[in-house]
């Protein structure tokens, strides 16, 4: 009796598991067929691309940077080291950063927080924390703001030493 039970339940069971297995597939297949029809056709909505339909504005903000990039050399491990970016907006309206968002944790922006006129200079100083690093580094900061495009990237680098390093004299 036991036995008839286990062999109806088994049937039942791989019945049922046949049925989903074929609509799984239908269903696979469509939305595969769905993938590549959108792998041939992307569509990518990036805000800091101007589209072909719109024209960039001539009276924008421009972020011009004296450098987009700082080097600290050696920096001795456990200790905070900041650098201060200076730029002038050389556009024709005033600028406003948004956000300035670092890649690590590690490093931590500020920036000026109002209004650059047209001519006028801000700064953004970045501080990068070497407690835990070691090695080559190498971190972004990716400041948004009222330009186009939208996001300027600074970057900042350097060596951390090893607690036992000793520099030469």
Known sequence: MKYQIFL???????????????????????????????????????????????????????????????????IKPDTKVHHTFAFTNTGKSPLLIEDATASCGCTTPSWTKEPVAPGAQGTLEVQFDSRGKQGIISKQVAVRANTQPTITTILIKGNVLTADAKKPL
């Open 8 to 74: 109806a339940a088994a049937l039942l069971l791989g019945a049922c598991n046949r049925d989903k297995n074929e609509v799984g597939t239908e269903g696979m297949n469509a939305a595969a067929t769905e993938a590549s029809d959108a792998a041939a056709n992307p569509t990518v909505d990036n805000p800091n691309v101007v589209s072909e339909n719109e024209a960039p504005n001539p009276n924008a903000p421009v972020m011009k940077f004296t450098e987009s990039e700082f080097d600290f050399g050696d």
